[in-house]
């Protein structure tokens, strides 16, 4: 099991930089969030984007590649690592860490759960709606809850591909979204860090009366929150953020300098072994 609750280990550990990890580039999202909420932090991320999609895959194969991901992150001496990827945040992974886990589901269902009326939506990929892992985060936190749920398989590669302000994005959100508005959901959980990308599209759709619960935001806080009781801070800035992947095509390229709003950001390419 990921040791979620272990604790940052000593004064030096401070200037680690905390690691991140998705299956592509959408994950810079939770960076962005995380830079926003901890400036003096620094950062290492790791997107398997030769092995992008994860949510189509089954929790089998997630598991081996979130494992290898962690340990990859792990060993470059990081003082904790956010699971940004919600497919890999539903599954149960059996890697020995003796540092912090934080997976982004429960502070989005934390969130969604103090935000709505009593109707929640879950928009998210193939494997975490068929997890049920928001659902159960959810009703634990408020068992009244109405919730649906619609697996999204076309939007992470509409991010991908970068057809944000595509007319088919938006038409092809509102067919998989049509079925919360007849519900009359209130709030709806984006449930892949992918989805922020196509957020004014989804508010577009839905309309001003629907809470839009953004995981990335709500899982930097957490981070934040912990950080702080630990007193594991950074007190200085002290290294520059480093940004690998699996798989650097120029469009990853592109769209990870769009999310981060920095022209100067460059993906380095890395073999993530077994």
Avoid at 106 to 114: H, I, L, R, V
Avoid at 128 to 147: P, V
Avoid at 206 to 216: E, I
């Amino acid at each position: 099991m990921v040791h979620e609750k272990a604790r940052v280990a000593g004064s030096s550990a401070k200037d680690r930089p905390i690691g991140v990890f998705d299956s592509g580039v959408g994950g810079l999202t939770v960076v962005a969030a995380l830079r926003r909420r901890l400036p003096n932090e620094s950062f290492l991320y790791l997107g398997d984007t030769a092995r992008l999609p994860y949510g189509t895959k089954s929790p089998r194969t997630v598991r081996h590649y979130a494992e290898r991901n962690l340990r990859f992150l792990a060993e470059r001496q990081v003082k904790g690592i956010v699971i940004a990827c919600n497919t890999a945040s539903a599954v149960d992974l059996r890697v020995n860490l003796s540092i912090p886990v934080w997976r982004v589901i429960e502070p989005g269902a934390e969130t969604a759960a103090k935000a709505t009326q009593g109707r929640v939506g879950v928009i998210a990929t193939e494997s975490t709606i068929e997890s049920g892992a928001y659902e159960r985060a959810l009703m634990n936190l408020r068992s009244d809850l109405e919730i649906w749920s619609r697996p999204c398989a076309l939007l992470v590669p509409l991010v991908e591909t970068d057809w944000h302000n595509e007319p088919v994005t938006k038409e092809i959100l509102g067919r998989y979204l049509s079925g919360g508005k007849d519900f009359g959901i209130d709030t709806l959980v984006l449930g892949c860090t992918h989805y922020p990308m196509l957020k004014s599209v989804i508010g577009e759709v839905m309309g001003d009366q629907v809470v839009l619960v953004d995981s990335a935001e709500a899982v930097s806080e957490q981070v934040a929150v912990d950080l702080t009781q630990q007193d594991a801070l950074a007190e200085h800035r002290r290294q520059p953020d480093r940004f690998y992947a699996t798989d650097v095509a120029g469009r990853f390229q592109h769209i990870a300098r769009r999310i981060l709003n920095d022209p100067e950001v460059t993906l380095e390419h890395v073999e993530v072994v077994e």
